[in-house]
């Protein structure tokens, strides 16, 4: 075993990273070695132990727990490894397999002083702290430690949020998105944080990681600095990789760091929230004057960064307030739990709840007060007629999503957090990004981490089942809040908030989230959609208004946004259906907005519904997991039905700006255009532009796009000139257009059909050629995501089907002929979506 571990220590150091952390097969070796070590092995068998097992409720912690225990009461034991050692040892795994054998080892006369100061530092406590307070009744070791909870000593003897840092300048100018930090390409790595971390910036700031490492050898902490930092998916890996980098290693936790200053005039809330959750220091200001390879003070006290000469470069605020209570807790998560942990021992003894940690500044309801819709629903969930801008809330997560790119380093979290069952009503594991072409790791991913997720009481879907987010849709109650671990996730009806992994499986296990509530924007659409124009095309209306109103501008310097970290809500389409409407509210993310709403009829939210039991009610007839999970989830939907009434806006609401379309104005399509979903234009300006591939698919899509589609290319031959990509959202989908016969058309014009997945759009299983221009339906564009080197338009579907005939894009009038003539007449059975309760069982079947 350690000629096996220090040759893969090897192959891992020439690499520039550390060793993976030990099996559970490994840990068993070392703990059999460590009780007769070979000479001279003692140290690196007992560091192996220490250091290089996970925490929490990994498999191998459980070993190190069970293995500790024994040697702490006797029934085994090691010549570097005293009782006292192993007590002081369970007390570095955070929580879930160490605790109860801590909680035993207080009424040890011999040891009890040592489990207690072990517990002392622990927050994931649980179920235990009714047994501890029972004990404490009796026993002076446990008083103590229900002593120390209340006095939030877990938190006091850690070191103070510093009013001064020195750090260097790492920046690199425009935007850096989340593909920059952790590349869609290298998504297989992601649950390996050093060896992801190593494709960081590499086609975005090549050579970066070298020069970080550089000033790091120099002696100096290094800040990141952009201009618009962390747009793009929720993804925690590109967290994960920049803390790598920049951060400090979290002692005990192998192959994780923490900290680490990110400086950016505009963050993506998204990635803002993770960094917090990281335990790193985002901050929020101008960076016009901070250069790459400064070096600068950052004073939090006065809210200023100077250079060396004491020349003031920035201003910025802390904030929020909470920001650094969460940085010394070493995150916002275990800050949560933490003083969640001390209040209630505070209770239990009788006393009132804590004044140690810096309350939020919420703002108070007036007399009358107006909330918007996303405000009222949030509200409920915490049990509240609304909240307000600029409060901190912990609502009630009622449907947990996560997907595969990012499901293992979740469950790495899970494990951490020690949950053994989720407390969130409805937790869904996807695979919908590693299905088509799964590497290795994700073979085996595929094989695991469904029954880790049932045996939690969670819901995974099978390969190829389809996109995470066509079907979290469709086990959502309306009304209620909603994460997922994928910044497309949100809701058409009811609002989700999009997180990283960490704060997904903090929802997951705990049933709640943690959300400072943002500002809303109301888009209010007025007049109807023109023969030809398509909701996609409503989605690109959006930031094209938003261009035209001096309220978002496409170049990234001094960018102005002003859907960023705000939630972007619209009325004016209650006619809609959810699918329709999921549209809208998908493109929400490319807005960088923190969340999305839409108001719709109660009509159309009930047909949904009932469509949605009949599903659920197949998954448990074909053997879905957990199936308890899905039962109450359709008794819930059941409920709702009963009074189908949905939540509206006051009239009073207050927005942070309204923005107005008329549909009746939109009389051409519009695209995004190569490489930034903000940078839109009518079809007009673009026209002419020649195409080498076409894709049709991502969770922007819905069977009637395919069967438009599908009518286009009737009667057309193989245009050899275009790559076509067709890829439907779900199992469902695909095998409705099976049996309606649509693919014969679309294999008749040469297209390539991909299972029911995401393909193209992730850019981690297929991708086109090098330095293609592509007219894709998919959510985003940015560079090098479809291909190295893509040229990329967002779309219609049915503007995509015209330009795979073509090989270029029409002009409005070449496209509106072409729908009216083919898409019009059929409209009626084209934009029909699909209804379980009314389908034969062989299509709504998943075997």
Same mark, same amino acid.
């Given at each position: 075993?350690?000629?096996?571990?220090?040759?893969?220590? @090897?192959?891992?150091?020439?690499?520039?990273?550390?060793?993976?952390?030990?099996?559970?097969?490994?840990?068993?070796?070392?703990?059999?070695?460590?009780?007769?070590?070979?000479?001279?092995?003692?140290?690196?068998?007992?560091?192996?132990?220490?250091?290089?097992?996970?925490?929490?409720?990994?498999?191998?912690?459980?070993?190190?727990?069970?293995?500790?225990?024994?040697?702490?009461?006797?029934?085994?034991?090691?010549?570097?490894?005293?009782?006292?050692?192993?007590?002081? /040892?369970?007390?570095?795994?955070?929580?879930?397999?160490?605790?109860?054998?801590?909680?035993?080892?207080? %009424?040890?006369?011999?040891?009890?002083?040592? &489990?207690?100061?072990?517990?002392?530092?622990?927050?994931?406590?649980?179920?235990?702290?009714?047994?501890?307070? @029972?004990?404490?009744?009796?026993?002076?070791? &446990?008083?103590?430690?229900?002593?120390?909870?209340?006095?939030?000593?877990?938190?006091?003897?850690?070191?103070?949020?510093?009013?001064?840092?020195?750090?260097?300048?790492?920046?690199?100018?425009?935007?850096?998105?989340?593909?920059?930090?952790?590349?869609?390409?290298?998504?297989?790595?992601?649950?390996?944080?050093?060896?992801?971390?190593?494709?960081?910036?590499?086609?975005?700031?090549?050579?970066?990681?070298?020069?970080?490492?550089?000033?790091?050898?120099?002696?100096?902490?290094?800040?990141?600095?952009?201009?618009?930092?962390?747009?793009?998916?929720?993804?925690?890996?590109?967290?994960?990789?920049?803390?790598?980098?920049?951060?400090?290693?979290?002692?005990?936790?192998?192959?994780?760091?923490?900290?680490?200053?990110?400086?950016?005039?505009?963050?993506?809330?998204?990635? $803002?929230?993770?960094?917090?959750?990281?335990?790193?220091?985002?901050?929020?200001?101008?960076?016009?004057?901070?250069?790459?390879?400064?070096?600068?003070?950052?004073?939090?006290?006065?809210?200023?960064?100077?250079?060396?000469?004491?020349?003031?470069?920035?201003?910025?605020?802390?904030?929020?307030?909470?920001?650094?209570?969460?940085?010394?807790?070493?995150?916002?998560?275990?800050?949560?739990?933490?003083?969640?942990?001390?209040?209630?021992?505070?209770?239990?003894?009788?006393?009132?709840?804590?004044?140690?940690?810096?309350?939020?500044?919420?703002? %108070?309801?007036?007399?009358?007060?107006?909330?918007?819709?996303?405000?009222?629903?949030?509200?409920?969930?915490?049990?509240?007629?609304?909240?307000?801008?600029?409060?901190?809330?912990?609502?009630?997560?009622?449907?947990?999503?996560?997907?595969?790119?990012?499901?293992?380093?979740?469950?790495?979290?899970?494990?951490?957090?020690?949950?053994?069952?989720?407390?969130?009503?409805?937790?869904?594991?996807?695979?919908?990004?590693?299905?088509?072409?799964?590497?290795?790791?994700?073979?085996? /991913?595929?094989?695991?981490?469904?029954?880790?997720?049932?045996?939690?009481?969670?819901?995974?879907?099978?390969?190829?089942?389809?996109?995470?987010?066509?079907?979290?849709?469709?086990?959502?109650?309306?009304?209620?809040?909603?994460?997922?671990?994928?910044?497309?996730?949100?809701?058409?009806?009811?609002?989700? $908030?999009?997180?990283?992994?960490?704060?997904?499986?903090?929802?997951?296990?705990?049933? $709640?989230?943690?959300?400072?509530?943002?500002?809303?924007?109301?888009?209010? $659409?007025?007049?109807?959609?023109?023969?030809?124009?398509?909701?996609?095309?409503?989605?690109?209306?959006?930031?094209?208004?938003?261009?035209?109103?001096?309220?978002?501008?496409?170049? @990234?310097?001094?960018?102005?946004?002003?859907?960023?970290?705000?939630?972007?809500?619209?009325?004016?389409?209650?006619?809609?259906?959810?699918?329709?409407?999921?549209?809208?509210?998908?493109?929400?993310?490319?807005?960088?907005?923190?969340?999305?709403?839409?108001?719709?009829?109660?009509?159309?939210?009930?047909?949904?519904?009932?469509?949605?039991?009949?599903?659920?009610?197949?998954?448990?007839?074909?053997?879905?997991?957990?199936?308890?999970?899905?039962?109450?989830?359709?008794?819930?939907?059941?409920?709702?039905?009963?009074?189908?009434?949905?939540?509206?806006?006051?009239?009073?609401?207050?927005?942070?700006?309204?923005?107005?379309?008329?549909?009746?104005?939109?009389?051409?399509?519009?695209?995004?255009?190569?490489?930034?979903?903000?940078?839109? @234009?009518?079809?007009?300006?673009?026209?002419?532009?020649?195409?080498?591939?076409?894709?049709?698919?991502?969770?922007?899509?819905?069977?009637?796009?395919?069967?438009?589609?599908?009518?286009?290319?009737?009667?057309?031959?193989?245009?050899?000139?275009?790559?076509?990509?067709?890829?439907?959202?779900?199992?469902?989908?695909?095998?409705?257009?099976?049996?309606?016969?649509?693919?014969?058309?679309?294999?008749?014009?040469?297209?390539?059909?991909?299972?029911?997945?995401?393909?193209?759009?992730?850019?981690?299983?297929?991708?086109?050629?090098?330095?293609?221009?592509?007219?894709?339906?998919?959510?985003?564009?940015?560079?090098?995501?479809?291909?190295?080197?893509?040229?990329?338009?967002?779309?219609?579907?049915?503007?995509?089907?015209?330009?795979?005939?073509?090989?270029?894009?029409?002009?409005?009038?070449?496209?509106?002929?072409?729908?009216?003539?083919?898409?019009?007449?059929?409209?009626?059975?084209?934009?029909?979506?699909?209804?379980?309760?009314?389908?034969?069982?062989?299509?709504?079947?998943?075997?």
């Amino acid at each position: 075993m350690i000629e096996a571990y220090l040759q893969h220590e @090897k192959e891992r150091s020439a690499q520039g990273i550390p060793p993976k952390p030990l099996t559970p097969e490994q840990t068993a070796s070392v703990c059999e070695m460590l009780q007769n070590p070979p000479a001279g092995k003692e140290e690196f068998l007992l560091a192996l132990l220490r250091d290089r097992v996970s925490p929490g409720v990994d498999p191998a912690a459980e070993v190190k727990a069970d293995f500790l225990a024994k040697i702490a009461k006797g029934q085994a034991s090691s010549p570097v490894i005293s009782k006292q050692d192993a007590v002081k /040892m369970l007390g570095t795994m955070l929580g879930g397999y160490n605790l109860q054998y801590l909680v035993d080892l207080l %009424q040890d006369s011999s040891l009890a002083n040592e &489990a207690a100061e072990a517990l002392k530092g622990l927050v994931l406590i649980f179920d235990k702290l009714e047994s501890i307070n @029972k004990l404490a009744a009796s026993n002076p070791a &446990a008083k103590s430690v229900m002593e120390s909870w209340a006095n939030a000593e877990w938190f006091t003897r850690k070191p103070d949020f510093p009013a001064e840092i020195k750090v260097k300048i790492f920046r690199v100018d425009g935007e850096i998105n989340t593909d920059d930090f952790s590349p869609a390409s290298e998504a297989w790595s992601r649950p390996d944080i050093p060896l992801h971390a190593l494709c960081m910036g590499n086609k975005r700031f090549p050579g970066g990681l070298e020069q970080i490492a550089k000033m790091r050898a120099e002696g100096f902490s290094v800040a990141f600095v952009g201009d618009v930092v962390g747009t793009g998916s929720s993804r925690k890996s590109a967290c994960n990789s920049l803390l790598w980098h920049i951060g400090e290693d979290i002692p005990f936790v192998p192959n994780k760091r923490r900290g680490g200053v990110i400086i950016g005039n505009a963050i993506a809330p998204i990635f $803002f929230n993770t960094a917090q959750d990281s335990g790193a220091l985002p901050l929020r200001c101008d960076v016009s004057k901070l250069k790459m390879g400064d070096v600068v003070i950052i004073n939090t006290v006065e809210g200023t960064i100077k250079n060396e000469a004491g020349e003031t470069l920035s201003t910025f605020k802390v904030n929020p307030g909470t920001l650094k209570d969460e940085y010394r807790a070493g995150g916002r998560v275990p800050l949560i739990i933490g003083r969640s942990l001390t209040n209630s021992a505070r209770k239990l003894l009788g006393q009132g709840e804590s004044d140690l940690f810096i309350q939020p500044d919420n703002p %108070q309801p007036k007399a009358g007060q107006g909330y918007t819709q996303a405000q009222k629903i949030v509200g409920k969930a915490c049990g509240l007629p609304g909240v307000l801008p600029g409060t901190a809330c912990e609502p009630k997560m009622t449907t947990v999503g996560s997907q595969d790119t990012t499901g293992m380093m979740t469950a790495d979290e899970l494990k951490e957090l020690a949950c053994l069952k989720f407390q969130a009503d409805m937790y869904m594991q996807s695979f919908c990004h590693t299905s088509a072409y799964p590497k290795p790791a994700d073979v085996s /991913m595929h094989k695991n981490l469904p029954n880790f997720v049932a045996e939690r009481g969670g819901v995974a879907l099978r390969p190829s089942d389809g996109v995470i987010h066509s079907w979290l849709n469709r086990l959502l109650i309306p009304d209620t809040v909603g994460t997922g671990g994928d910044s497309h996730t949100r809701f058409p009806i009811g609002i989700s $908030f999009p997180a990283g992994s960490g704060l997904i499986a903090f929802a997951g296990a705990l049933g $709640f989230m943690p959300l400072d509530m943002p500002e809303s924007v109301l888009v209010r $659409f007025k007049g109807k959609l023109r023969e030809g124009i398509t909701l996609r095309d409503v989605v690109n209306a959006i930031p094209y208004y938003a261009i035209k109103q001096g309220l978002l501008t496409v170049p @990234k310097a001094g960018k102005i946004n002003c859907f960023n970290g705000r939630i972007l809500e619209m009325e004016g389409l209650p006619e809609l259906s959810v699918e329709q409407a999921f549209e809208l509210t998908d493109a929400a993310a490319e807005r960088s907005a923190a969340a999305g709403c839409i108001k719709l009829s109660e009509a159309s939210v009930v047909a949904y519904l009932k469509s949605n039991i009949a599903l659920m009610e197949q998954m448990i007839k074909d053997g879905y997991q957990d199936a308890k999970t899905l039962e109450k989830r359709i008794a819930d939907v059941k409920e709702w039905l009963k009074n189908p009434k949905l939540i509206e806006a006051d009239s009073n609401a207050e927005y942070a700006e309204i923005i107005e379309i008329n549909l009746d104005e939109m009389t051409e399509p519009i695209v995004a255009c190569p490489n930034d979903p903000d940078d839109v @234009k009518l079809l007009s300006e673009v026209a002419g532009t020649k195409v080498d591939d076409v894709f049709i698919g991502s969770c922007m899509t819905n069977i009637g796009h395919f069967r438009a589609a599908a009518k286009i290319f009737e009667g057309e031959k193989f245009n050899p000139g275009v790559r076509t990509w067709l890829t439907p959202p779900t199992r469902m989908d695909y095998k409705k257009l099976m049996a309606e016969a649509t693919f014969a058309k679309f294999s008749a014009i040469g297209a390539r059909i991909e299972q029911p997945g995401c393909s193209l759009c992730m850019g981690n299983q297929a991708r086109v050629p090098d330095k293609v221009t592509v007219f894709s339906t998919s959510t985003r564009n940015f560079d090098n995501r479809l291909g190295d080197g893509a040229q990329v338009f967002l779309g219609s579907a049915e503007v995509a089907a015209v330009i795979a005939l073509t090989g270029k894009i029409p002009t409005p009038q070449e496209y509106l002929d072409i729908y009216r003539q083919r898409v019009a007449p059929h409209a009626a059975d084209v934009y029909n979506y699909l209804q379980f309760d009314e389908l034969p069982q062989d299509i709504v079947s998943l075997v």
